[in-house]
């Protein structure tokens, strides 16, 4: 899907298991093309090569054309197809200093990590040639790329913006109200939030987790309804802890995941994780809200 003179997008569809059934997902991979070089952001899962070629391939693109490939964090569904991708295009990967080790190190990642079908979903371990960090800008010739910090759902993600076409390609950085929230930090969560929606000029907004938004004064709705909901989410964690007690995460999980209406399906330790972070966010709540 073409969403600009200069950027691409392919939505390809994914699924984990839970102990509540299979999940649906589904990952994300972007090309930006530049008169000087052309860059690959993320590389979606192993089974998922095949697309990642076409999609190369419906853009007019060989993998020899690619001159960089751009993480923007480490988890599977956004590395499970770096091995293969890298040794087709023969390019660099770069990626942040947070995330360099997860990705060089794949069985570190599932002992940190230990999401379902790991080993299916990423093929191996990669080196990272280039580290980079918020603030960095790559160079494509007729447009650029600049990093920034976005972390919350990762503590080592970072997104790109690309000022010419005014796109945001935001990775897993915003949560969407009505679906499962995915983070392990609420304030930096926070921060990443109120950082990204200060960057002048993003008229098209890319997410993991939605379909594509268009024009500031949208992109700046969608940035405020992800704060409103991480607010919700915690105020319903407080209520949950004022009934239950901190003592059983898991309890306080189930309340509020209960109060969110999610699906039992994402009803997963990620969530867990997330509403564990609320609850250890409750001394400086305060600061936060």
């Known amino acids: 899907m073409q969403i600009t003179e200069h950027v691409f997008s392919k939505k390809m569809e994914f699924t984990a298991n839970t102990p509540f059934g299979l999940l649906k997902r589904h990952a994300f991979v972007f090309l930006v093309k530049g008169t000087e070089k052309n860059c690959l952001i993320d590389a979606a899962t192993k089974p998922l090569l095949p697309e990642v070629l076409d999609f190369m391939a419906e853009t007019g693109l060989r993998p020899s054309d690619i001159g960089e490939i751009l993480i923007t964090h480490s988890h599977s ?5 770096l091995k293969s991708l890298k040794e087709l295009c023969g390019c660099p990967v770069a990626a942040s200093k947070g995330s360099v080790e997860w990705i060089e190190n794949i069985d570190l990642q599932f002992e940190k990590r230990p999401v379902p ?3 299916e979903f990423v093929e191996g371990s990669v080196k990272v040639d280039h580290q980079l960090v918020p603030g960095d800008v790559i160079s494509l010739g007729d447009g650029s790329l600049k990093a920034y910090a976005a972390p919350g759902h990762d503590q080592g993600q970072l997104v790109y913006f690309h ?5 945001l390609l935001s990775a897993d950085s915003i949560p969407v109200p009505g679906s499962m929230p995915v983070y392990d930090n609420v304030q930096a969560q926070l921060d990443t939030l109120y950082r990204l929606r200060d960057i002048p000029g993003v008229k098209v907004l890319l997410m993991s987790w939605d379909d594509p938004h268009y024009g500031e004064e949208e992109v700046r709705q969608v940035l405020d ?3 409103a909901y991480v607010r919700h989410i915690h105020c ?12 059983d995460v898991e309890a306080v999980a189930k309340q509020v995941h209960s109060a969110l209406n999610l699906a039992p399906s994402e009803f997963t330790k990620m969530f867990i994780t997330t509403i564990k972070a609320h609850m250890e966010a409750k001394e400086v709540s305060n600061a936060i809200f």
């Open 77 to 81: 569904d956004h590395t499970g197809a």
């Open 117 to 119: 079908r790991f080993y």
């Open 163 to 167: 000022p010419e076409d005014g796109v």
């Open 225 to 227: 309804d992800a704060i």
């Open 236 to 247: 319903l964690t407080m209520e949950a802890v004022g009934s239950l007690g901190a003592d």
